[in-house]
Nanobody, 124 residues
Framework: VQVVESGGGLVQPGGSLRLSCLVS????????IGWFRQDPGKEREAVSC????????YYADSVKGRFVISRDNNKNMVFLQMSSLKPEDPGVYHC??????????????????WGQGSQVTVSS
């Protein structure tokens, strides 16, 4: 399974960006896909995850009400619509599969596929 992100960039505070994640490979049978953010020297953080078949979602508290994750199973894609971006949102956003969605958490995959990352910068 290969994962490729796109859609990062520079945006002013309060602005919006949409990240896209294309999952390709032999089969589109991954159970879930997630977005994770990491900056140098900081711990990797799960931003949002979605179950592919049932659409179950997870959002980090810091992005609830501002970010929306969605999927297009016909196109093997997952999207992260980010709105009302704040100065604390920047980082490299990685798409990865399959995350472990359990209880109220989304954990990064131990064995899985990661994209190269998309840089999100919020600055005036």
């Amino acid at each position: 399974v290969q994962v490729v992100e796109s859609g990062g960039g520079l945006v002013q505070p309060g602005g919006s960006l949409r990240l896209s994640c294309l999952v390709s490979g032999s089969t589109w049978d991954v159970p879930a896909i997630g977005w994770f953010r990491q900056d140098p020297g900081k711990e990797r953080e799960a931003v949002s995850c979605i179950g592919v078949s049932d659409g179950t979602t997870y959002y980090a508290d810091s992005v609830k009400g501002r970010f929306v994750i969605s999927r297009d199973n016909n196109k093997n894609m997952v999207f992260l619509q980010m709105s009302s971006l704040k100065p604390e949102d920047p980082g490299v956003y990685h798409c990865a599969t399959p995350p472990l969605m359990v209880s109220d958490k989304c954990l990064p995959p131990i064995y899985g596929s990661w994209g190269q990352g998309s840089q999100v910068t919020v600055s005036s």
